[in-house]
Antibody, heavy 122, light 109 residues
Framework: EVQLVESGGGLVQPGRSLRLSCAASGFTFDDYAMHWVRQAPGKGLEWVSGISWNSGSIGYADSVKGRFTISRDNAKNSLYLQMNSLRAEDTALYYC???????????????WGQGTLVTVSS | EIVLTQSPGTLSLSPGERATLSCRASQSVSSSYLAWYQQKPGQAPRLLIYGASSRATGIPDRFSGSGSGTDFTLTISRLEPEDFAVYYCQQYGSSLQFTFGPGTKVDIK
């Protein structure tokens, strides 16, 4: 059974940093691209960042470019999101998601975690 | 960046009725890399349709997707009580620059 479990969220002051983690199990992690998607309270989905299976291709939404860094450790079956210079508008539930097809970079997301909540407030 | 627009914002229908949801892209979505997701309150999104028209594993055949280029449609042939939710389209054809539409809420009339 595929499982994605996010952690690392919490309350943080504006300008500070936070690192999110996503622990994956139930599939061959190093075959699949992975992504982060966020959802502000009561709002829609926003794609944040994605990384290919071998970390060779990485992309970011314009809203986080230069502040967030995505990475993965295939030996630990883990995905990360380093978030620096946090702003109030980064407050959201952050989901990690797995793509549908092995090796594909551009693909739909067939499994999602339950999310970890990040609140940016003084 | 490809911007997705969904209409209507809210669709009020009764169980058994047909739902037609629209997703329009600001530029052509390559290779029909368009997906649809369903989200219920307190839950993560669920993949319904990928490649514009392919149903994901376990998705009932009352859900169908169509379209290409800039215009895409999700159709629910006969609404079941569990289908009342928010639906999002997503393009994933622009290399690691994905976007979601703002969503269409299907609620009970």
């Amino acid at each position: 059974e595929v499982q994605l479990v996010e952690s690392g969220g919490g309350l943080v002051q504006p300008g500070r940093s936070l690192r999110l983690s996503c622990a994956a199990s139930g599939f061959t992690f190093d075959d699949y691209a992975m992504h982060w998607v966020r959802q502000a309270p009561g709002k829609g989905l926003e794609w944040v960042s994605g990384i290919s299976w071998n970390s060779g291709s990485i992309g970011y939404a314009d809203s986080v470019k230069g502040r967030f860094t995505i990475s993965r450790d295939n030996a630990k079956n883990s995905l990360y999101l380093q978030m620096n210079s946090l702003r109030a508008e980064d407050t959201a539930l952050y989901y990690c998601a797995k793509v549908f097809s092995a090796i594909a970079v551009a693909d739909a997301f067939d499994y999602w975690g339950q999310g970890t909540l990040v609140t940016v407030s003084s | 960046e490809i911007v997705l627009t969904q209409s209507p914002g809210t669709l009020s229908l009764s169980p058994g009725e047909r739902a037609t949801l629209s997703c329009r892209a600001s530029q052509s979505v390559s290779s029909s890399y368009l997906a649809w997701y369903q989200q219920k309150p307190g839950q993560a999104p669920r993949l319904l349709i990928y490649g514009a028209s392919s149903r994901a594993t376990g998705i009932p055949d009352r859900f169908s997707g169509s379209g290409s280029g800039t215009d895409f449609t999700l159709t629910i042939s006969r609404l079941e009580p569990e289908d009342f939710a928010v639906y999002y389209c997503q393009q994933y054809g622009s290399s690691l620059q994905f976007t979601f539409g703002p969503g269409t809420k299907v609620d009970i009339k």
